[in-house]
């Protein structure tokens, strides 16, 4: 079914949602494609579990319903947990109780899907549909003297497990977030801005999560960094970008900065890595791949200041690499990761692209801590970094949309806020850390 695509949208599916719970929906039969046919439906959708089933008319709205028990089985047998829902074209959905009616009224395997005395789809193999619960009210209901259906699907209900991690998906969230970066001081009082490095290889995502941020900040998509996926890194440059908040362009409390992209041979030199780590690359430096950052070159900061070194790393891994990272990018991170513990500065890991990685969060981003393929991904960098798995982040850019969202908003700045918890645990282990690194 995966080349047949479904007609709900995802305001519908949000609608869905609060009346199902949280659920995959999996597209089962398309009438349009099976056929206005009993026989078609029965033959996608018998013996499946949960299901919904849904009718559209031309206006753009939806009349289905759900049913707890197969389709399929003898009339006699069916206890099933029922109700019927209408989405209008624009608006919230509504719950309505099923008409139960005599058991000989429900769907076996040759009568078209009916509801009781409720609602029956496919009348004599058309698109043909009947629905005592709305009669009195058709016009009402369908806003057009309409019983002819454009389209009729099926999709089985897959429940949701709980979260395997919690993060609160409202507007409060959002703000809650916002408000705790934008009052952020570092432990340190010498110190006005968290200096933040992105670290990965080219594609991963480095310069769209640094849009992504600006974005949020600024209250519109923009495209500060140059993202784009070409054969060779688009940044060749040490990049340091500050932030300002919209309204009043008050500057926010952190730096990321962007590295040329490591892994390939034209790749940054682990040693460019560590002197940027200890504040002597200069913003701007452009890096060269035969030879390392030193005291000669120009620019070079011979005695940084805590405030100009890296407070936290952040490694930027694209998800569908997750399973098989390349051994050139493995030891590359290794290699520098032995190196950052002993600067003990905290590290982190962005999984980028999630949304590329598992339909449930292709169709709704909120579901990325309940999916299992995700998850999966980030035990398996855990596995192969030897990160803990805390410090892993699945993370969506907006890379492709044009308008701000919530729930992508509240994804990226969880990401930030914990990077910002980090670098105070960096300010407070500093003192501790011998003079001469
Ligand atoms: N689907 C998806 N694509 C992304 C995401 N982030 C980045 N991309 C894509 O990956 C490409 C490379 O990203 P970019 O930020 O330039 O990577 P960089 O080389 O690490 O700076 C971009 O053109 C985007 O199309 C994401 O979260 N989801
Ligand atoms: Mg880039």
Redesign the pocket.
């Known amino acids: 079914m995966s080349d047949v695509t479904s007609l709900l949208t995802a305001p519908d599916r949000k609608e869905l949602s609060q009346l199902l719970g949280k659920a995959n929906l999996h597209l089962l039969y398309k009438a349009t494609v099976h056929g206005f046919d009993d026989r078609a439906f029965h033959s996608k959708c018998d013996k499946q579990g949960p299901t919904i089933t849904i009718g559209y008319n031309k206006s753009g709205f939806i009349l289905g319903g759900y049913r707890s028990t197969d389709f399929g089985g003898r009339p006699n047998q069916v206890k099933s947990k029922t109700f019927l829902f209408r989405i209008p074209s624009e608006g919230k959905a509504s719950k309505y109780a099923v008409d139960k009616g005599a058991v000989a009224l429900w769907s076996n395997q040759q009568t078209p899907p009916t509801f009781g005395h409720s609602l029956l789809y496919l009348l004599n193999n058309r698109e043909n549909y009947l629905s005592n619960l709305f009669q009195e009210s058709k016009n009402n209901f369908l806003a057009v003297n309409d019983e002819l259906l454009v389209e009729c699907e099926a999709y089985r209900v897959e429940e949701v497990k709980t979260p395997w991690r919690h993060l609160t998906w409202t507007t409060e969230k959002r703000r809650e977030q916002m408000n705790f970066i934008e009052n952020y001081k570092p432990y340190m009082s010498s110190v006005s801005k968290a200096r933040i490095l992105l670290i990965?290889r080219?594609?991963?995502?480095?310069?769209?999560f640094i849009n992504s941020v600006n974005s949020i900040f600024r209250g519109h998509v923009t495209s500060r960094a140059m993202?784009?996926?070409g054969p060779t890194?688009?940044?060749t440059m040490y990049s340091t970008y500050s932030f300002r908040e919209g309204k009043d362009n008050t500057p926010l409390p952190f730096i990321l900065c962007d590295t040329m992209?490591i892994g390939s041979k034209q790749g940054i030199l682990s040693q460019d890595i560590i002197s940027i780590i200890k504040g002597h690359a200069p913003n701007k430096y452009e890096f060269k791949t035969a030879s390392p950052i030193n005291p000669d070159t120009a620019g070079y900061i011979k005695s940084p200041t805590v405030g100009e070194r890296i407070h936290c790393v952040v490694y930027?891994i694209d998800a569908s690499e997750a399973s098989m990272l390349s051994a050139n990018i493995k030891e590359k991170i290794c290699a520098i990761r032995s190196e950052i513990n002993k600067l003990e500065v905290p590290q982190i890991v962005l999984l980028?692209?999630v949304?590329?990685e598992c339909l449930l969060v292709a169709q709704d981003l909120e579901n990325v801590y309940h999916s299992d393929v995700i998850k999966e991904k980030v035990l398996e960098i855990g596995r192969q970094l030897g990160i803990p798995i805390s410090c892993i982040i699945p993370?969506?850019?907006y890379?492709s949309d044009h308008e701000l969202d919530d729930t992508t908003d509240i994804l990226i700045l969880s990401a930030l806020v914990q990077i910002l918890r980090y670098v105070d645990d960096y300010f407070e282990n500093f003192h501790n850390l011998p003079s001469n690194i």
Do not use: L, P, Q
């Open positions: 990965g080219i594609g991963a995502g480095k310069s769209s993202a784009g996926s890194s688009i940044t992209g930027v980028t692209k949304d590329e993370m969506k850019n890379w």
